[in-house]
């Protein structure tokens, strides 16, 4: 179970700014759009790659059915640790180590020991995630921004065409297809995107 203490103050992968550059447009008439867009964007990466990747601090609690050798904390890159509990017994700051790049918790006895995590509840207080575009200090890997401004400039030059249009014939009768339900596709993204995320994308559990 994971609760979020400090949620982000937003979760925008890219800026209007950035996707308007990319696009080579000035005017200020679409910025709603973009910004909407870029919400969607990064709510659809955020799915496929089941995982957040703005900074939040959070408490997560895992259970092991058994001795485990590290705890797997759901969101990465770990960039403190406020407080591991173990068994309901708060563990001191030599008694862990966190690996924050793979978001892996381990149990210390020593400087140089580490030990089995026993079985039961652990609990976490961390902050994680990346600072993203537009922030001083900013973070966040250049892939998944790309991503995120990929699917808004794909969604940019579809804003006048109709989704559900399978394939048109200009020359004689002029035939249209339709797609019968959702467009092809509509379920995953672009295989250019998936290409750029697929580096950060959460493994389930035995999967």
């Known amino acids: 179970?994971?609760?979020?203490?400090?949620?982000?103050?937003?979760?925008?992968?890219?800026?209007?700014d950035a996707t308007k550059a990319e696009l080579r447009e000035t005017g200020a008439g679409d910025d709603g759009w973009f910004a909407l867009s870029i919400d969607r964007a990064t709510a659809a990466i955020e799915h496929w790659c089941r995982r957040s990747f703005a900074a939040e601090t959070v408490r997560e609690s895992?259970?092991?059915?058994?001795?485990?050798?590290?705890?797997?904390?759901?969101?990465?890159?770990?960039l403190s640790v406020a407080s591991l509990l173990e068994g309901g017994a708060q563990l001191p700051p030599d008694g862990f180590e966190v690996d924050g790049a793979?978001?892996?918790?381990?149990?210390l006895t020593g400087p140089d020991?580490?030990?089995?995590?026993?079985?039961?509840?652990?609990?976490?207080?961390?902050?994680?995630?990346?600072?993203?575009?537009?922030?001083?200090?900013?973070?966040?890997?250049?892939?998944?921004?790309?991503?995120?401004?990929?699917?808004?400039?794909?969604?940019?030059?579809?804003?006048?065409?109709?989704?559900?249009?399978?394939?048109?014939?200009t020359d004689g009768v002029g035939r249209t297809e339709y797609w019968v339900g959702a467009p092809a596709g509509a379920?995953?993204?672009?295989?250019?995107?998936?290409?750029?995320?697929q580096p950060y994308r959460q493994i389930p559990m035995g999967g």
Do not use: C, F, Q
């Open 1 to 16: 179970m994971l609760t979020i203490i400090t949620p982000a103050v937003t979760r925008a992968l890219t800026t209007v």
């Open 62 to 78: 895992v259970w092991l059915t058994g001795p485990a050798e590290s705890v797997s904390l759901s969101r990465w890159p770990v």
């Open 102 to 107: 793979a978001g892996l918790a381990y149990r």
């Open 113 to 169: 020991t580490r030990r089995m995590w026993r079985a039961g509840r652990i609990v976490a207080t961390y902050t994680a995630g990346y600072v993203l575009p537009g922030d001083p200090g900013r973070t966040l890997p250049e892939d998944l921004e790309r991503a995120a401004i990929m699917l808004v400039r794909n969604w940019w030059h579809e804003r006048d065409r109709d989704p559900l249009v399978k394939a048109e014939e």
């Open 187 to 197: 379920a995953t993204l672009p295989p250019e995107v998936e290409g750029l995320l």
